[in-house]
């Protein structure tokens, strides 16, 4: 029963969250990882930059997060990320934005990644 009423409330807040859901669809073993996370932002993402080799992507091209990707918001603001999880997609990208202490995780095209201050 705790475990349909948290499905319940964690998706509730995602769709509270204006049009998350549309960029971050999660199943319940996603979730759980999530317990304790806030949402702290919903952004669109306008691009992305690998610092070390210089590889840019647009916002109509996202590829996923590498180690040290910059990813850059519509509002000019950017993560960095700290993990490695791939992911290709096309079009407008929309980034839930999570937060517990320091730490930070952003849901990008139903993926969750690592990801730091930039």
Do not use: P
């Amino acid at each position: 029963m705790s475990r349909r009423l948290f499905v319940l409330a964690a998706l509730a807040t995602l769709t509270l969250a204006g049009h998350a859901s549309a960029g971050c669809a999660l199943d319940v073993d996603e979730l759980e990882d999530l317990v304790g996370y806030k949402i702290e932002a919903v952004k669109t993402v306008s691009g992305w930059i690998d610092e070390d080799d210089g590889k840019v992507g647009n916002e109509d091209d996202w590829e996923g997060c590498r180690y040290k990707r910059r990813i850059i918001f519509d509002d000019g603001t950017s993560l960095v990320c700290s993990s490695y999880r791939y992911s290709s997609a096309w079009g407008e990208q929309e980034a839930v934005i999570f937060v517990r202490h320091s730490s930070r995780k952003v849901c990008i095209d139903d993926e969750v990644m690592d990801v730091r201050n930039w």
